[in-house]
């Protein structure tokens, strides 16, 4: 998700004496955090605008577009208090896997494929959803647009500072930067549906859902312990490398923690799952992203007096009719105005709603590439880490999981890259990113 533990720009922390200490007693497989920092006040002024835009587009969504829109919407609200919340790291937790060999934000995620992966499951065996919906997981293809997609996305991902859904959260909790990765985003989604002729027609096969050769227990049973495998990889990884502790957030203590500390990876993970599960039962597909960054960016084009419709991309049945159809009735889009909103609301309440006015140029800069990068490698691939590894993985679809392997390339490239706009890289000595 975003760049570091703590609500920053993306830029390097600095170890403290207290880091050092703790990385000189840290065991090889569990590795010690320091001491939570104090929180800040509660932003009231923020506080107040994100909740009351929170609940009046809820109330509008619900009322003008039906239950099924407004339930989506609220979904995305309650994914956004919880991506702010557990600081849930997509970026982060493989940036510290390649670099130093922690693997403990790559565990957290298997809990996260997990949690998704058991209740999809039940959702799909069952046959229905709510509203109407028939929940309906499909394999995403496999081939050339799928591996360099996923290894540009992560590329991306590093330079960017947040993921997909970590740039929607980060934006809501007011991290100026991400607005330059957001802003990328949504210019390299647009330049990839302007440049479709090009991409289209690179090698690819269909894909494979497990549930379609060994039923949906099958299929549950076998991801369940590949993720035990990666659990087992990592902490052999994690032992031989004997990696710095990661960095603590702002946190109160007690059951002032739900609203104004920082959740344990593990509680991020578990209400993450379930939430993506519910976004299946309500919506029929899986919790989705970057469809959204097209769609926000076509619509733009169009009040500029454009006509993105006459695209190849939008002139698809479906991409035809979300474009013709308004962005309160379409998923992806939704759920991210939903995160954002949430993210306001939970960081503006835990005193960590803030604007940074100085930016260095290089990280700017690194921010908009990072941003295009991953617009255009999430179109490729057909997702990104929600989409596609999130959204694969826990649906049985091979994809997911061959989107992780190249994503991780992709991740060491990103790590080179870094430097030159001003970004750190995790050390195993003395610093943690």
């Given at each position: 998700?975003?760049?570091?533990?703590?609500?920053?720009?993306?830029?390097?922390?600095?170890?403290?004496?207290?880091?050092?200490?703790?990385?000189?007693?840290?065991?090889?497989?569990?590795?010690?955090?320091?001491?939570?920092?104090?929180?800040?006040?509660?932003?009231?002024?923020?506080?107040?605008?994100?909740?009351?835009?929170a609940v009046a587009?809820?109330?509008?969504?619900?009322?003008?577009?039906?239950?099924?829109?407004?339930?989506?919407?609220?979904?995305?609200?309650?994914?956004?208090?919880?991506?702010?919340?557990?600081?849930?790291?997509?970026?982060?937790?493989?940036?510290?896997?390649?670099?130093?060999?922690?693997?403990?934000?790559?565990?957290?995620?298997?809990?996260?494929?997990?949690?998704?992966?058991?209740?999809i499951a039940l959702?799909?065996?069952?046959?229905?959803?709510?509203?109407?919906?028939?929940?309906?997981?499909?394999?995403?293809?496999?081939?050339?647009?799928?591996?360099?997609?996923?290894?540009?996305?992560?590329?991306?991902?590093?330079?960017?500072?947040?993921?997909?859904?970590?740039?929607?959260?980060?934006?809501?909790?007011?991290?100026?930067?991400?607005?330059?990765?957001?802003?990328?985003?949504?210019?390299?989604?647009?330049?990839?549906?302007?440049?479709?002729?090009?991409?289209?027609?690179?090698?690819?096969?269909?894909?494979?859902?497990?549930?379609?050769?060994?039923?949906?227990?099958?299929?549950?049973?076998?991801?369940?312990?590949?993720?035990?495998?990666?659990?087992?990889?990592?902490?052999?990884v994690q032992a031989?490398?004997?990696?710095?502790?990661?960095?603590?957030?702002?946190?109160?203590?007690?059951?002032?923690?739900?609203?104004?500390?920082?959740?344990?990876?593990?509680?991020?993970?578990?209400?993450?799952?379930?939430?993506?599960?519910?976004?299946?039962?309500?919506?029929?597909?899986?919790?989705?992203?970057?469809?959204?960054?097209?769609?926000?960016?076509?619509?733009?084009?169009?009040?500029?007096?454009?006509?993105?419709?006459?695209?190849?991309?939008?002139?698809?049945?479906?991409?035809?009719?979300?474009?013709?159809?308004?962005?309160?009735?379409?998923?992806?889009?939704?759920?991210?105005?939903?995160?954002?909103?949430?993210?306001?609301?939970?960081?503006?309440?835990?005193?960590?709603?803030?604007?940074?006015?100085?930016?260095?140029?290089?990280?700017?800069?690194?921010?908009?590439?990072?941003?295009?990068?991953?617009?255009?490698?999430?179109?490729?691939?057909?997702?990104?880490?929600?989409?596609?590894?999130?959204?694969?993985?826990?649906?049985?679809?091979?994809?997911?999981?061959?989107?992780?392997?190249?994503?991780?390339?992709?991740?060491?490239?990103?790590?080179?890259?870094?430097?030159?706009?001003?970004?750190?890289?995790?050390?195993?000595?003395?610093?943690?990113?």
């Amino acid at each position: 998700m975003s760049d570091s533990s703590t609500i920053s720009s993306g830029t390097s922390v600095p170890a403290t004496s207290t880091l050092r200490r703790a990385t000189l007693l840290s065991s090889p497989t569990s590795v010690a955090a320091p001491p939570p920092e104090p929180l800040g006040r509660v932003n009231r002024g923020p506080l107040l605008v994100a909740g009351l835009l929170a609940v009046a587009l809820s109330w509008y969504v619900w009322s003008a577009h039906g239950a099924k829109f407004g339930a989506l919407l609220v979904i995305g609200l309650f994914l956004g208090i919880a991506l702010f919340h557990s600081r849930f790291g997509f970026t982060s937790a493989w940036r510290q896997l390649i670099a130093v060999g922690n693997g403990e934000g790559l565990r957290a995620h298997t809990l996260l494929l997990g949690t998704a992966t058991t209740l999809i499951a039940l959702v799909v065996a069952t046959g229905s959803g709510l509203f109407g919906s028939t929940p309906a997981p499909s394999a995403g293809a496999i081939g050339l647009p799928l591996f360099v997609g996923a290894a540009v996305f992560a590329i991306g991902m590093q330079l960017g500072g947040a993921c997909a859904s970590g740039t929607l959260f980060a934006v809501g909790s007011g991290q100026s930067t991400i607005m330059f990765t957001l802003g990328g985003f949504v210019v390299g989604s647009v330049f990839y549906t302007w440049a479709f002729p090009a991409f289209d027609g690179w090698p690819e096969v269909p894909g494979v859902l497990l549930a379609d050769h060994v039923g949906w227990f099958g299929s549950w049973a076998v991801t369940m312990a590949a993720l035990a495998a990666v659990v087992v990889a990592s902490r052999m990884v994690q032992a031989r490398r004997n990696p710095p502790p990661a960095g603590s957030v702002p946190s109160a203590r007690g059951v002032a923690r739900v609203v104004r500390g920082s959740w344990p990876k593990w509680v991020g993970a578990v209400v993450l799952g379930v939430l993506a599960a519910a976004v299946m039962l309500v919506s029929g597909g899986i919790w989705g992203v970057t469809t959204a960054f097209a769609l926000w960016g076509a619509k733009l084009l169009q009040l500029l007096g454009l006509q993105p419709e006459t695209w190849e991309f939008w002139q698809s049945d479906r991409y035809a009719e979300m474009l013709a159809n308004p962005v309160l009735t379409e998923k992806t889009s939704l759920t991210n105005i939903g995160i954002i909103l949430g993210a306001a609301v939970a960081a503006a309440a835990a005193g960590g709603w803030k604007l940074h006015t100085s930016i260095p140029w290089r990280t700017a800069v690194g921010a908009v590439l990072g941003g295009v990068l991953m617009g255009v490698g999430a179109r490729l691939a057909g997702g990104c880490n929600i989409g596609a590894y999130l959204g694969g993985i826990s649906t049985g679809s091979l994809h997911g999981w061959l989107w992780a392997v190249f994503a991780l390339a992709g991740t060491w490239v990103g790590l080179k890259l870094r430097p030159l706009f001003g970004l750190g890289v995790p050390k195993s000595s003395d610093s943690v990113c």
